[in-house]
């Protein structure tokens, strides 16, 4: 019997990812790969929406695929590809644009965020459009579920829109999506800035911890996180963030209760907390942070399993794209 198919994938938009990205995302993804058909892609197509030098982003596209692959993410038991290899994601773009409402694409808040943030001159119409590509991502794959952070459930919403809209006018031709949303570990939180959610994009890196850093980095990087005055390891979201945060981080990565944490560390203080954490951390990126050094040590190597991923991909896309081009009425 055939598995039911999954379908995520992140921005190529830093050297490392961080540590949110891994808790928030690729332990489900190394998880869920047993049970689904999964594909996993680095979108490229996406980073070009935000500047980018072209070399650092081929670097960039590359690093970030061989994290997903020292995470756990199995090339050959997943289709780990880098979406610009598989042509069928702009084309279905360009169909899924011409069916989506210029006041539908001008109601995702994302858009309104980033344009916000950028201002209007440096705003560009891909960032308007991109949620429409990261539907024509899920709905190539005839994808069942989207293991996605609460910050993209709006678009796999307009993605369940378009694609209901395309089969009530077409017929039968895309399946539709579930995003799936990991409730308890969705927000991982800036060290400095506990209401902040940590991100590859901050401003500063001093509360970021990257995949990628030398353990000693990560290691003071935690020693030095914002916490509070009353000195007492329990979790309290509303009056203790700082300390929260970490505490999420531990259980997520020991996979232990967040009770069993705070017993462990009753009585003793911040410093004992967070030395015992940074030990956690630096046990758990040592060898991923290894595993991807060495896939980048061969980049021809990297690049042959991307490129037989990424043809596995398009047969899967090609068919759908087919389909969607006859029925638009499209000479084939
Ligand atoms: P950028 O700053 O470039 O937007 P980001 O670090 O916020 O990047 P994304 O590339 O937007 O991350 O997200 C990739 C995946 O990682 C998504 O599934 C997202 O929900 C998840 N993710 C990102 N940051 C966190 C975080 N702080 N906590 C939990 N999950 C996260
Ligand atoms: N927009 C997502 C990345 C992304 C994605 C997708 C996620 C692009 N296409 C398809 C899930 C499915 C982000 O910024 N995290």
Excluded: C
């Excluded at 031709?173 to 901050?202: E, G």
């Amino acid at each position: 019997m055939s598995r039911p198919r999954l379908y995520s994938g992140m921005q190529p938009s830093a050297d490392s990812l961080q540590i949110g990205n891994y808790i928030g995302a690729l332990i489900q993804w190394r998880d869920l790969q047993e049970a689904y058909e999964a594909f996993f892609s680095v979108v490229d197509l996406h980073a070009l929406t935000q500047p980018n030098d072209p070399e650092e982003l081929r670097q960039q596209t590359r690093r970030t695929a061989a994290q997903y692959i020292a995470a756990g993410i199995e090339p050959s038991k997943s289709t780990l590809y880098v979406q610009s290899q598989v042509p069928a994601h702009a084309q279905l773009q360009w169909v899924l644009s011409t069916m989506t409402g210029f006041g539908e694409a001008s109601r995702m808040t994302q858009f309104k965020d980033k344009s916000h943030r950028y201002g209007a001159d440096k705003t560009n119409v891909g960032l308007f459009t991109y949620p429409i590509l990261m539907a024509a991502d899920i709905l190539l794959y005839q994808t069942d579920i989207v293991p996605v952070g609460d910050d993209q459930k709006q678009h796999v919403e307009l993605t369940r829109d378009l694609a209901e809209r395309f089969n009530g006018r077409y017929g039968e031709t895309f399946r539709i999506p579930m995003p799936v949303i990991q409730r308890d570990t969705a927000r991982i939180y800036d060290l400095q800035n506990p209401l902040a959610k940590m991100s590859k994009s901050a401003e500063s890196d001093a509360g970021v911890v990257w995949m990628l850093d030398d353990p000693s980095v990560s290691a003071k990087k935690i020693m030095r996180a914002v916490t509070d005055s009353e000195g007492s390891v329990r979790f309290d979201k509303e009056n203790k963030p700082g300390v929260s945060n970490l505490l999420v981080i531990y259980a997520a990565l020991t996979g232990r209760q967040i009770p069993s944490i705070e017993d462990e560390y009753a009585g003793r203080g911040y410093g004992d907390f967070k030395k015992g954490l940074a030990e956690v951390v630096v046990e758990e990126f040592g060898p991923v942070r290894a595993r991807a050094l060495e896939l980048l040590d061969d980049p021809a190597e990297l690049d042959r399993i991307l490129a037989s991923n990424a043809a596995r991909a398009s047969e899967v896309a090609e068919k759908t794209l087919d389909d969607v081009y006859a029925k638009v009425g499209l000479l084939r």
